[in-house]
């Protein structure tokens, strides 16, 4: 100062003090005139700002140590404020194709998918707000650097950032869920389609079974003989019209009955 007239403002000086480690001060000095303009002296002002420092210093190891930890973390996290972002963590910024320092302080509008855009607006004033606290958890697309869409599930809470009221936001990854949702309805989509098409098999072979046992009964009801199928449990399963005739039996009343009882019944009225 007594050099060049010009003033040292808020310079830091560190002094080292027995006993008390490194103590910080903030120094001032203004130069002093006398009548003809000479540098005659300086005005000296000196301010202990250690425990200032301490804290600044604390603030930003606890600052770094939360990043890390956040970085470390296999969710995206972000921080939201004035309708900006102006936090994230490293899966959040690889996620959305930016660096740091690029997504830091961008608008709402820059990262957050159009046709959402109202409802987030709307739920952040209400989460920055004193009223109830909107939902929490919801789906959400974010537009990423490249212009891709990226869709996360978020989990939403009220915080305080900087001594101001913030959004903490949690983002899960849910493309990989969505992709796997996808395959599994068109694995559903497969299953209903086979079993349709076994279920019009099984109709088709029903149908010509049908078709088949009704022109042999068509066929055997022309014959005068009298026919009749009867199975190892002795239960009639088919019997044409002379055969019906001559006991005085409907299809119905025979079908599915023990042939012993239905001939030796007729048989002792014969």
């Known amino acids: 100062v007594l050099a060049t007239g010009r003033p040292v403002r808020h ?11 490194m103590r910080w ?3 001032n000095c203004e130069p002093l005139y006398d009548g003809g303009g000479t540098v005659t002296g300086g005005l000296l ?15 930003r190891f606890s600052e770094s140590t939360n990043r890390t930890l956040m970085d470390a973390l296999a969710d995206g996290v972000f921080v939201a404020q004035d309708f900006r972002f102006v936090y994230a963590n490293r899966l959040l910024l690889e996620r959305l194709g930016y660096e740091r320092e690029e997504f830091t302080g961008l ?5 957050v998918a159009p046709a959402l855009l109202p409802i987030w607006n709307e739920r952040f004033r209400g989460r920055v707000g004193l009223a109830e606290e909107p939902v929490r958890t919801y789906e959400v697309q974010f537009l990423r650097k490249d212009g891709g869409v990226a869709e996360f599930e978020l989990v939403a809470n009220r915080t305080t ?3 101001r009221p913030a959004v903490l936001g949690v983002l899960r ?3 990989e869920r969505k992709a796997a949702a996808a395959e599994l309805e068109r694995h559903r989509e497969r299953l209903e389609e086979l079993v349709h098409e076994r279920t019009r098999e099984l109709e088709a072979a029903v149908a010509a079974r049908i078709e088949s046992e009704n022109f042999a009964q068509t066929m055997t009801d022309h014959q005068p003989t009298l026919l009749a199928y009867v199975d190892r449990e002795h239960k009639v399963q088919f019997a044409n019209r002379a055969w019906l005739s001559w006991f005085g039996k409907t299809r119905d009343e025979v079908i599915g009955r023990d042939a012993r009882n239905v ?3 007729d048989a002792m009225k014969h």
């Open 11 to 21: 310079a830091l000086l560190g002094m080292r003090s027995t006993g008390q480690g």
């Open 107 to 111: 608008p709402f509008e820059r990262v």
């Open 161 to 163: 950032y900087q001594n």
């Open 45 to 59: 002002s000196m301010t202990d700002v250690t425990e200032a420092r301490r804290t600044e210093e604390a603030l």
């Open 263 to 265: 001939s030796e019944a």
């Open 173 to 175: 990854d849910i493309a």
């Open 25 to 27: 001060l903030d120094v």
